[in-house]
């Protein structure tokens, strides 16, 4: 008797049912996790008030909206321009320089205190004066 109950329950799902089922989630989860791919994300991260577009639906009107790109602060530093060949930044030397550290360990709130190496038996800060100086080009500071 309960073998005929249990071959009654698996009867209503229908393999074309299941299949149908199947292939909606998978083209819904699909869709949604190619929409972070497309997210304009330069102007998430500039937190403007601008609308959001997806680059695929091609809603953004360039002309009507203020660029994103226009602003001084967003322009490319020199050895990132188009055409900058010449730097590879990942080419280069450690140097020594003295007008580093630019800041104290300690008064970096965003530091954690695990992370601090002078206040963790560290007998000197000697490694703060180290920077990295690709050959060819000169990397800001910021």
């Known amino acids: 008797m309960t073998d005929n109950t249990e071959s009654k329950n698996f009867k209503r799902f229908d393999l074309p ?3 149908l089922a199947a292939l909606a989630f998978f083209l819904v989860t699909v869709l949604f996790i190619s929409r972070f791919f497309y997210f304009n994300f330069e102007t998430a991260a500039n937190g403007s008030n601008h609308a959001r577009s997806v680059a695929w639906v091609g809603s953004k009107n360039v ?3 203020p660029s994103v790109y226009s602003s001084s602060e967003n322009e490319r530093v020199g050895f990132l321009e188009a055409g900058g060949d010449g730097c590879d930044i990942f080419d280069g030397n450690w140097v020594w320089d ?3 550290p630019l800041y104290k360990s300690r008064d970096c709130p965003f530091m954690d205190g695990g992370f601090r190496c002078t206040e963790n038996s560290r007998p000197n800060d000697l490694y703060t004066k180290w920077r990295w100086q690709p ?7 910021y």
């Open 17 to 19: 049912e299941l299949s």
């Open 63 to 65: 002309s009507s909206s």
């Open 98 to 100: 003295d007008s580093y």
């Open 135 to 141: 050959n060819g080009c000169n990397l800001p500071r």
